[in-house]
């Protein structure tokens, strides 16, 4: 396992950092071929969140810009508090191909297994329990996962809140 991907594991919270390890571990087992599963995005912090929320709004972002979008595009609808990213229940991935460039391609199958290789680690965060950004009904998020219980971020929002995630 790769250490940015540890590094995001061990920031998440502590309920499931041995349950994403496995999950990783599983996935890059599965993965015979090139790819190996990196997580991009762990815990986010409210400020980061907030960042977040203000590209294609009141910040510009270059992605998208253009004449007609001069802002560029948005990046998420959760303003501070209300993405699950902010609780330390949701991860991000892409696949990292032959140790050194990032993809995020749903359809490559890079083990030549008849499976593409994003679909073998949908499946295998499911069996634990994780809900898959791509299957949402409004707006997919393909590299997103969230632990199924505690992807309510209104409910996660009542809890008791570590001061560093402010």
Known sequence: MNKPTT????????SVRQEVTKIIQECNTALTGRAKVRITQGLRTFKEQEELYALGRTKVNPAGKTPKKPMGNKVTNAKA??????????????LIIDGKTASWDTKKDWDN???????????IFAKYGWEWGGNWKTIKDL???????????RKLYKLKKDKTVM
Do not use: T
């Open 81 to 94: 508090g209300q993405s699950v990213h902010n609780y330390g229940f949701a991860v991000d991935i892409c």
């Open 7 to 14: 590094d995001k594991i061990a920031k998440l919270h502590p």
């Open 113 to 123: 297994d008849q499976v593409a290789d994003w679909y073998e680690c949908v499946k």
């Open 143 to 153: 590299p997103h996962f969230d632990k199924r219980g505690f992807n309510s971020w």
